[in-house]
């Protein structure tokens, strides 16, 4: 059952939410929202899984829906272009695999595969086109997706992101060394991780081309702008920690802030869930005060010209739209059967992946 069988609303779903996951003031003051091309956007992501072979046919008809991985992009990026979104989605759902290649390569032994796959990424993300047929589905849809995302803003958008998400690639190694190692990281150390392996920049960046326009450096980074978009994503991935706890834990995973505070903090598990959750709720707090800022920023801009007003504009859009991150992250969570350990066979094993143990294909 989807939340959204009709297009865009904020009316919240029925879905329910554990006591221990709950926060009520996303439910009562982050309404959601939904881009009204949502219905197309899961049916065209659903056909390019197939045609990219990133999950076979079967799995692809039973559990691609039900993933919700369109759901997520629809609810944040609002106000995109079809084509925009249409992209966004599709590379979400490409990373969602990649992970998943990611945690397979782990558990069943192939530093080699994965070895081939990270340097195969780096050339694809600085040459797209050259790899559109490689022998790989994995890097063959990546190479589509960057190509597709790199054709909306001017050059220098492509570089950064490209700069952003070498960045990402070199953090998924270290998380491969250290789960392959057993190291827990310190919880400054996974903190630094997180940033990287949840993509925060990657993320943040394509709240750009949604808006129609790159924002100029002393935008971008300005501490207003910075802050908002930075606890945006923190609240991401902290809830997802908050979320996924159980999954990993069956999964022998290392990379978890509760089980960073566990090893590290002498926490017990309860104590840990309770201080994760702690820190979800002070990113709320904190974004409440943040986005007020970053909104004043947006007005500073519109100074009269025409290119203060198309800045202004795209501002508010990118913070409206951080704001939206909460909604649509939260409530994934709980629709996604990414995440309903409970209902797989095994723990250990989400249903939804190419499980073979014989390496790539």
Known sequence: MHV??????????AVPVPPSLSLPVIEAAFPRQLHPYWPRLQE???????????????????????????DLMAGYYIGAPDDVLQA???????FFVWDDRH???????????WRRLRFRLHAALDSPRNHLHHEDPLVAA?????????????????????????????????EFRNRTEG?????????????????HWIWTDLLEPSAGCELPDGVRKHPAYRRAALLSQEFAAWYNDLCSLPKEIAGDEVHNLGISLVKHHGLTLEEAVAEVRRRVEQCIEEFLVAERD??????????????????GAAVRACVCNMRNWFSTVYWFHHESRRYMVDSWDDRSTPPYVNNETAGEK
């Not at 046919?57 to 691609?64: G, M, N, Q, R």
């Not at 966004?88 to 490409?94: E, L, R, V």
């Not at 782990?106 to 530093?111: D, L, N, Q």
């Not at 790199?150 to 960045?167: G, K, M």
């Open 294 to 311: 970053a909104l004043r920023l947006a007005d500073e801009l519109e100074d009269g010209t025409i290119r203060g007003k198309e800045l």
């Open 4 to 13: 959204f069988p009709h297009g865009t609303t904020s009316t919240p779903t």
């Open 44 to 70: 065209k992501t659903r056909t390019w899984l197939l045609e990219k072979r990133l999950m076979p046919a079967d799995k692809v008809e039973e559990y691609a829906d039900g993933l919700c991985y369109t």
């Open 142 to 174: 990546f190479a589509d997706s960057m190509v597709r995302l790199y054709s909306f803003l001017p050059q220098t958008w492509n570089t950064r992101f490209a700069r952003h998400f070498h960045q990402v690639i070199e953090a998924y190694d270290r």
């Open 103 to 113: 945690d397979r390569d782990i558990v069943h032994g192939r530093p080699a595969a």
């Open 88 to 94: 966004i989605a599709d590379y979400s759902a490409w």
């Open 183 to 199: 190291i827990v990281p310190t919880v400054e150390e996974y903190l630094a991780l997180r940033r990287l392996t949840f993509a």
